[in-house]
């Protein structure tokens, strides 16, 4: 799975921003809980997003896992030691019904189980 996050740092004159960093989007159990379960891919395996030890998990079978961080963006998580997010899908009704990785150029969708 992936993940990548950039920062860029600037000032428009010589002297130091005062200003404090943008506070890192958090994520707990309960706003977890829509986006945990099993995502079936049509044919690449299973995506699976779980809960451990206080991070999201996301784990494509056979593949390995990796964290999901919170983005700025709602409902994006970036993929932690990959260059790439998941993105999960809601209906009319705000539930979750898909999820959609993106990693290195790839693109992997699995419907919600």
Known sequence: LIVGL?????????QASTAPAPATPTLDSLGAID??????TGGMG???VSW???????ALEGQGSAELKPTA??????IVG???TATFIRDEQKKVIKVKL???GQVIEGAKL
């Open 6 to 14: 950039s920062l860029a740092l600037g000032t428009a004159s010589a």
């Open 35 to 40: 986006l945990l379960g099993k995502y079936d």
């Open 46 to 48: 299973t995506i699976i």
């Open 52 to 58: 451990e030890q206080g991070k999201v998990i996301g």
């Open 73 to 78: 963006t709602p409902d994006v998580l970036a």
């Open 82 to 84: 990959f260059e790439g």
């Open 102 to 104: 993106e990693v290195q």
